[in-house]
């Protein structure tokens, strides 16, 4: 069995006899590109850039560019608490900013975003053999028994479904009903869906508020008519709402098919 070795917190001593010596030593990547994301800049770059810090990494972070104040702010809190700028450097720009950052020297990458920059990031950083780590989106499916609490049931994933407006990697974006309970649960998640309040929201009674990019409001409606077009029914919402702002109606589909494109695609909407 391995133990710390004294003198040295860093290394696990394995074997050590006069003719052989073993351990293991954890030592920094070295340099970091940390790309975030734009919905929970705090919370999601901290997750990777405070490990690497205190790991004794260097980051090059780019913030998402419609959070970019953010991740400005970010940076000067990490400088009044004593990080040297030359430790944790923001890189800020767009997408093409980003694939500049790849090609730099770097030793590892962690990026939290969609599915298909992923699936670009990766192929960049392949040939490199450094460290990746990507945390994308996805399509989160919930499965409702029949022996639940229908009323606590639908109410939790309501809230699932739409915290955040719906703007969420782990927003419940797929429902799945026993059909015992089909109809019941339906009434109730109606009921509680119908009730969230929607509008400015700096005010503390306001669920729901607008989408954080105008060109959202076509992905949504693009994927609702698709729903439609195949055979969907629309319980409510299903439309941009006549409002200043990029508002969305809380939308709520039935009769849903693996073909349609709002069951295989992240939506990031209400």
């Not at 133990?3 to 917190?9: R, S």
């Not at 004593?82 to 890189?91: A, H, N």
């Not at 509008?199 to 076509?218: C, F, I, W």
């Not at 589909?253 to 695609?265: A, I, N, P, Y």
Request: glycine share 10%.
């Amino acid at each position: 069995m391995s133990e710390l070795e004294g003198g040295n917190p860093r290394e696990l001593k394995g074997v050590n006899s006069p003719t052989l010596q073993e351990w293991i030593s954890y030592d920094p990547l070295g340099t970091i590109a940390n790309i975030s994301a734009w919905n929970y800049p705090y919370f999601v770059g901290t997750n990777v850039f405070i490990p690497a810090l205190l790991t004794g990494n260097g980051v090059l972070y780019k913030p998402s560019e419609i959070a970019t104040n953010t991740g400005l702010a970010i940076a000067a809190l990490l400088y009044q608490s004593g990080i040297p700028e030359d430790i944790f450097i923001p890189v800020i720009g767009a997408g093409l900013t980003g694939a500049a950052l790849l090609e730099q020297t770097i030793d590892g990458v962690f990026f939290t975003g969609s599915y298909a920059t992923g699936q670009k990031i990766a192929m960049v950083a392949a040939p490199k053999l450094i460290k990746v780590q990507l945390e994308l989106g996805g399509k989160d499916p919930a499965y409702v028994c029949d022996d639940v609490d229908v009323s606590i049931a639908a109410a939790g994933l309501a809230d699932g479904a739409f915290y955040n407006n719906g703007q969420s990697c782990c927003a419940v974006e797929r429902i799945y009903v026993h059909t015992h309970i089909y109809d019941e649960f339906l009434e109730q998640f109606l009921q509680t869906v119908q009730q969230f309040r929607m509008g400015n929201p700096m005010k503390a009674d306001t669920y729901l508020g607008p989408v954080s990019r105008k060109p959202q409001l076509t992905v949504l409606q693009q994927q609702v008519e698709d729903a439609i077009a195949k055979g969907a029914t629309v319980c409510c919402g299903g439309s941009i709402v006549d409002r200043p702002g990029w508002y969305f109606a809380p939308t709520v589909l039935t009769g849903v098919t693996h073909e349609m494109r709002v069951m295989r695609e992240e939506s990031f909407g209400p």
